[in-house]
């Protein structure tokens, strides 16, 4: 016979709801630049464009070394361009439903590793243009990464791109009262 009140005297109901909040009219927000992502994608698109200048405008920029890193600086500087316009315009926000924090983190982690390599064959080359294009190169490394790192923590944590995710947690306890004991005949 199993004992009286248990397991039901107890019950306890856990109910996790989320909710996205989102404005899909496009604005310009230039506030958007004064974030840490914002800071970063500025800091990409400079040093992707100095460090491709740096290494167009030197004497050497006909290097198969100096054409991999033009090549890098100058997918790096149009891809986080367009993403910045997208930012600021809430255009990222507007099509929420596409996985812009997946989409990011896969190019700024294949970036960090792709402008490394790039900005360290850059420092082989003895010229001064090509020594300014690997700072800008290790510059824009440095910003990947951190990037990256932000990418990959929110995509973990479900958060979204622009917009908010509210996640509420309610918790409900009930009690029954132990039945009346049975009287016998």
Not at 42 to 50: H, P, R
Not at 86 to 92: G, K, P, R, S
Request: hydrophobic share 50%; charged share 10%.
């Amino acid at each position: 016979m199993a004992e009286v009140g248990f397991p039901g005297q107890h019950t306890t109901t856990t109910t996790v709801t989320s909710s996205t909040t989102v404005q899909t009219n496009l604005r310009f927000d230039p506030l958007y630049v004064r974030t840490i992502p914002g800071i970063l994608k500025v800091v990409q698109v400079v040093s992707s464009l100095i460090g491709f200048l740096c290494i167009q405008l030197s004497r050497y920029s006909h290097l198969s070394k100096g054409a991999y890193f033009i090549w890098i600086s100058m997918f790096a500087f149009w891809f986080s361009g367009i993403l910045l316009f997208l930012y600021l315009f809430h255009m990222v926000e507007k099509f929420y439903k596409i996985p812009w924090l997946k989409i990011e983190f896969v190019f700024c982690a294949l970036w960090t590793l792709l402008y490394l390599i790039a900005a360290s064959i850059a420092t082989s080359v003895y010229d001064g243009g090509y020594s300014a294009g690997a700072f800008f190169g290790f510059a824009a490394t440095l910003a990947y990464a951190i990037d990256a790192f932000l990418k990959w923590r929110a995509v973990r944590a479900g958060g979204l791109a622009q917009g908010a995710r509210v996640v509420s947690k309610q918790t409900t306890s009930v009690e029954r009262p132990p039945p009346p004991p049975r009287q016998g005949y």
